[in-house]
């Protein structure tokens, strides 16, 4: 079974840093597609980044610039580097992970982390 764990999160003053780590466990053949999300109170789940097994990255107007969203495949984790945070950053960042196992080819998601930016 895969599990997704995010961490970094918290609260940052705006113009800060932060960066969230996402941790895959479990018996993966290949990561397909993994991606960042987020939430905020009273909003849709938003698409923040999204990043292929070729390299292939996307991210959304709102965080151009300022978010860069990598992978290291030897840990199995992937991360979201955030500079330059504003309060409409404010959300619960989930990971997102179309992986492939044995059992095929599946959507998994993490707990989510907390990120609070403070004006």
């Known amino acids: 079974q895969v599990q997704l764990v995010e961490s970094g999160g918290g609260l940052v003053q705006a113009g800060g840093s932060l960066r969230l780590s996402c941790a895959a466990s479990?018996?993966?053949?290949?990561?397909?597609?993994m991606g960042w999300y987020r939430q905020a109170p009273g909003k849709q789940r938003e698409l923040v980044a999204t990043i292929t097994s070729g390299g292939g990255t996307n991210y959304a107007d709102s965080v151009k610039g300022r978010f860069t969203i990598s992978r290291d495949n030897a840990k199995k984790t992937l991360y979201l580097q955030m500079i330059r945070l504003k309060p409409e950053d404010t959300a619960v960042y989930s990971c997102n992970g179309v992986i492939l196992t044995k059992a095929g080819r599946n959507d998994y998601w993490g707990q989510g982390t907390q990120v609070t930016v403070s004006s």
């Open positions: 479990g018996s993966i053949f290949s990561f397909i597609a």
